[in-house]
Nanobody
Framework: QVQLVESGGGLVQAGDSLRLSCTAN?????????MAWFRQAPGEEREFVAA????????WFKDSVKGRFIITRDNRKSIMAMQMTSLLPADPGVYSC???????????????????WGQGTQVTVSS
């Protein structure tokens, strides 16, 4: 299991941008793992936001963030990141990065398909 750590959250106003980062606690990323961002708002269930394939060549997103969020990874530096632009009041929550199992389903969006998680970083969007 890879221990993941997130950073970059904060309090912003609608229309602002944030960049979230995920690292592997001093360990290198296993390139067999797809990686993703999930978020959880107060009183809500955790939901999928964006993901990137283990090579970095394929990405997939929640419909409401398409065109606004970009997810990238640098396996050499063991960093996965999500650039969020044009943030909306509907975007806040605790954002967690996750790593899938090596043989997980194609373009997974279920939390159950991701076996390693960080503790999360808080994103708050004011209007």
């Amino acid at each position: 299991q890879v221990q993941l750590v997130e950073s970059g959250g904060g309090l912003v106003q609608a229309g602002d941008s944030l960049r979230l980062s995920c690292t592997a606690n001093g360990r290198t990323f296993d390139t067999y793992y797809d990686m993703a961002w999930f978020r959880q708002a107060p009183g809500e269930e955790r939901e999928f936001v964006a993901a990137i394939g283990y090579t970095g060549g394929t990405t997939w997103f929640k419909d409401s963030v398409k065109g606004r969020f970009i997810i990238t990874r640098d396996n050499r530096k063991s960093i996965m990141a999500m650039q969020m632009t044009s943030l909306l009041p509907a975007d806040p929550g605790v954002y967690s990065c996750a790593a899938a199992t090596p043989l997980g389903p194609l373009e997974a969006t279920r939390a159950a398909d991701f076996g390693s998680w960080g503790q999360g970083t808080q994103v708050t969007v004011s209007s």
